[in-house]
């Protein structure tokens, strides 16, 4: 597979990939002397050049975050699944497939400023650039495990081309394993267990006040809201099912049926990672 070596492009306050394209029109050369329709005209590269300015902006951050080297786990497994599908719960049951002890990388976890909850609340996605600074940076600090999970990422086309640039990167140095679980619902079963989730939630509250005893949850606004929660459903099966399924092209790809029971869903997912 080709290297890629990206120059840093200057950023004045904020990324701007139309200055950019312009750039490349009138005959700027970006990757190893050639043009990057070279690249794609030859099948060696299928990512935008949006893309292409994305990770390579995302890349000189992370070169001046980091002192050290920028590495990564030999191994990463990207789970994602539509709202409902039980990725917390089966997260576990990857991890023991796999044979992985380190605490999965919760996207979720990542964005939990006041701006990024507002977002979230209203089904929306954070966008592609601080979500992937968030997550790779997150996963540099677990480079010295073998392996990590990572739970929420890529959402977006950019954010898996992204992984792609990442993998080509990596190649000639220390290559990464990666594998690309994907968990799925019908939007029936999705909409009842973020509702069915948001009520116990409420439930669980309300116990803690009566009682004293225990710890208070988290209750999402798109658990309680029927429209919300299908509005979550559909942003995840037009925007990113699709994108997720672009990843085939570089990583191990699996998709898993998460309806059913505990047990009926681990049985599959072992069923299927042990082939891996």
Same mark, same amino acid.
């Given at each position: 597979?080709?290297?890629?070596?990206?120059?840093?492009?200057?950023?004045?306050?904020?990324?701007?990939?139309?200055?950019?394209?312009?750039?490349?029109?009138?005959?700027?050369?970006l990757i190893k002397?050639?043009?990057?329709?070279?690249?794609?005209?030859?099948?060696?590269?299928?990512?935008?050049?949006?893309?292409?300015?994305?990770?390579?902006?995302?890349?000189?951050?992370?070169?001046?975050?980091?002192?050290?080297?920028?590495?990564?786990?030999?191994?990463?497994?990207?789970?994602?699944?539509?709202?409902?599908?039980? $990725?917390? !719960?089966?997260?576990?049951? @990857?991890?023991?497939? /796999?044979? &992985?002890?380190?605490?999965?990388?919760?996207?979720?976890? #990542?964005?939990?400023?006041?701006?990024?909850?507002?977002?979230?609340?209203?089904?929306?996605?954070?966008?592609?650039?601080?979500?992937?600074?968030?997550?790779?940076e997150k996963i540099?600090?677990?480079?010295?495990?073998?392996?990590?999970?990572?739970?929420?990422?890529?959402?977006?086309?950019?954010?898996?081309?992204?992984?792609q640039l990442l993998?080509?990167?990596?190649? $000639?140095? !220390?290559?990464?394993?990666? @594998?690309?679980?994907? /968990?799925? &619902?019908?939007?029936?079963?999705?909409?009842?267990?973020? #509702?069915?989730?948001?009520?116990?939630?409420?439930?669980?509250?309300?116990?803690?006040?009566?009682?004293?005893?225990?710890?208070?949850?988290?209750?999402?606004?798109?658990?309680?809201?029927?429209?919300?929660?299908?509005?979550?459903?559909?942003?995840?099966?037009?925007?990113?099912?699709?994108?997720?399924?672009?990843?085939?092209?570089?990583?191990?790809?699996?998709?898993?049926?998460?309806?059913?029971?505990?047990?009926?869903?681990?049985?599959?997912?072992?069923?299927?990672?042990?082939?891996?």
């Amino acid at each position: 597979m080709l290297y890629l070596t990206l120059p840093a492009i200057s950023i004045v306050e904020k990324w701007n990939v139309r200055r950019q394209l312009k750039m490349l029109n009138e005959g700027m050369d970006l990757i190893k002397d050639k043009r990057y329709e070279e690249f794609v005209r030859d099948g060696c590269l299928s990512t935008s050049l949006e893309a292409v300015f994305l990770f390579d902006h995302i890349w000189n951050q992370l070169s001046q975050n980091n002192t050290k080297k920028v590495s990564f786990p030999g191994q990463i497994v990207w789970v994602n699944g539509a709202p409902g599908s039980g $990725k917390g !719960t089966n997260t576990r049951n @990857i991890m023991r497939t /796999l044979s &992985i002890s380190t605490r999965p990388v919760v996207v979720s976890d #990542l964005l939990q400023s006041a701006e990024f909850k507002e977002k979230i609340d209203k089904g929306m996605l954070v966008d592609d650039e601080t979500v992937t600074i968030l997550v790779f940076e997150k996963i540099i600090g677990e480079s010295h495990k073998k392996s990590v999970i990572v739970d929420g990422y890529p959402r977006t086309e950019l954010q898996t081309q992204c992984i792609q640039l990442l993998q080509m990167k990596m190649e $000639k140095t !220390t290559p990464i394993e990666m @594998i690309s679980v994907v /968990l799925l &619902i019908d939007e029936k079963t999705s909409i009842e267990r973020q #509702l069915a989730r948001g009520q116990d939630a409420i439930e669980h509250n309300q116990k803690v006040m009566r009682e004293g005893t225990g710890e208070l949850v988290e209750v999402r606004k798109t658990d309680r809201d029927p429209e919300i929660a299908r509005i979550r459903y559909h942003e995840f099966y037009e925007k990113t099912h699709p994108a997720l399924r672009s990843l085939k092209k570089c990583v191990e790809y699996c998709e898993i049926d998460a309806k059913g029971s505990f047990d009926e869903v681990k049985s599959r997912i072992t069923e299927i990672l042990k082939k891996k």
